[in-house]
């Protein structure tokens, strides 16, 4: 599982920062890639990574603000030319069906695969038999959302020794005990499976915050997770701006993370004003109050 920003500005693009754009990396837990929020140009993007458009099959829209969507209708448009031919769905706030809809139609676009929209509420928007996706609404200007991205507790470590005590040699049969097959001995004995398994592997959680006011939905979506992604508009000498514009500071974002002790903290959505000097400062800032906080760059990849 991995993270990759595709960009990290707010607002309006820089020379240094693109719009947001969040890549979660599944491939080996699903062989797919999740999408947080699309901004302008994100396709463009993307072409100087090793992603490849047709595995991202979910989209995540925190907000209809447009440096959040204004990505959308292009790569959807793209991915069909790009072999994107499976099914894609897009979850976002109230608003989102009628933007894409329109945008697709006006300009005559037509798509080669299944496209699904999901206009979401509070609450778990999804729950597959690997992963769950928890929404709650934050504090901006407009609904945006905080999603938590949960990863099921996975089976532990197969003893394969303990499996040739019993003359079960490597094949298939270990797949099917490490996914919860008992196992039957040739005189009708049955074993449960989880004699040969180890203490199930606790699930990861990432939480990727919309633009927000330091509120109460972001701590509890960033509870104990493991990364947690959160703008940092302004420095804190300029916390009354962010509080006018709905937004955080670098202090504002560490605090949240101490207090729902994540392990790591990565800010992002930076405002054009700051350059790499001052970049550097907001980052030391953050520092000061939650030491494991990172700063998100254009391209930059953590792995969880």
């Known amino acids: 599982m991995k993270l990759q920003f595709l960009g990290t500005g707010a607002g309006i693009p820089a020379k240094s920062r693109n719009v947001t754009a969040i890549a979660l990396k599944l491939l080996e837990e699903k062989g797919s890639i999740w999408l947080f929020d699309c901004g302008e140009a994100t396709q463009h993007q993307i072409l100087h990574t090793n992603i490849k458009p047709r595995r991202i099959d979910k989209i995540f829209i925190t907000h209809l603000h447009g440096d959040h969507l204004y990505g959308l209708p292009g790569f959807l448009s793209s991915r069909?030319?790009?072999?994107?031919?499976?099914?894609?769905?897009?979850?976002?706030?109230?608003?989102?069906?009628?933007?894409?809809?329109?945008?697709?139609?006006?300009?005559?676009?037509?798509?080669?695969?299944?496209?699904?929209?999901?206009?979401?509420?509070?609450?778990?928007?999804?729950?597959?038999?690997?992963?769950?996706?928890?929404?709650?609404?934050?504090?901006?200007?407009?609904?945006?959302?905080?999603?938590?991205?949960?990863?099921?507790?996975?089976?532990?470590?197969?003893?394969?020794?303990?499996?040739?005590?019993?003359?079960?040699?490597?094949?298939?049969?270990?797949?099917?005990?490490?996914?919860?097959?008992?196992?039957?001995?040739?005189?009708?004995?049955?074993?449960?499976?989880?004699?040969?398994?180890?203490?199930?592997?606790?699930?990861?959680?990432?939480?990727?915050?919309?633009?927000?006011?330091?509120?109460?939905?972001?701590?509890?979506?960033?509870?104990?997770?493991?990364?947690?992604?959160?703008?940092?508009?302004?420095?804190?000498?300029?916390?009354?701006?962010?509080?006018?514009?709905?937004?955080?500071?670098?202090?504002?974002?560490?605090?949240?993370?101490?207090r729902a002790n994540v392990d790591c903290l990565i800010l992002t959505h930076i405002s054009a004003r700051y350059d790499q000097a001052l970049t550097e400062q907001l980052l030391q800032e953050a520092r000061a109050i939650f030491p494991n906080t990172y700063m998100a760059e254009d391209f930059s990849e953590y792995e969880i």
């Open 80 to 258: 069909s030319f790009q072999g994107g031919e499976t099914p894609l769905t897009i979850y976002g706030p109230k608003g989102i069906k009628e933007y894409v809809q329109i945008s697709l139609a006006v300009s005559k676009t037509f798509l080669k695969y299944a496209l699904n929209i999901i206009e979401i509420d509070e609450g778990i928007i999804l729950e597959e038999h690997d992963f769950i996706v928890e929404a709650k609404i934050l504090e901006h200007g407009v609904t945006s959302y905080g999603y938590r991205i949960i990863e099921k507790d996975r089976p532990g470590k197969l003893d394969t020794a303990k499996l040739k005590q019993y003359g079960i040699m490597p094949g298939p049969i270990y797949k099917k005990i490490k996914e919860g097959e008992d196992l039957i001995l040739d005189d009708g004995t049955v074993i449960g499976s989880k004699t040969f398994l180890g203490p199930n592997i606790k699930g990861r959680i990432v939480t990727i915050l919309g633009d927000t006011r330091t509120c109460a939905s972001a701590e509890v979506l960033a509870k104990e997770a493991k990364i947690l992604v959160h703008e940092a508009t302004f420095s804190e000498k300029e916390s009354s701006i962010a509080t006018e514009y709905y937004h955080s500071t670098t202090v504002q974002a560490a605090k949240t993370a101490k």
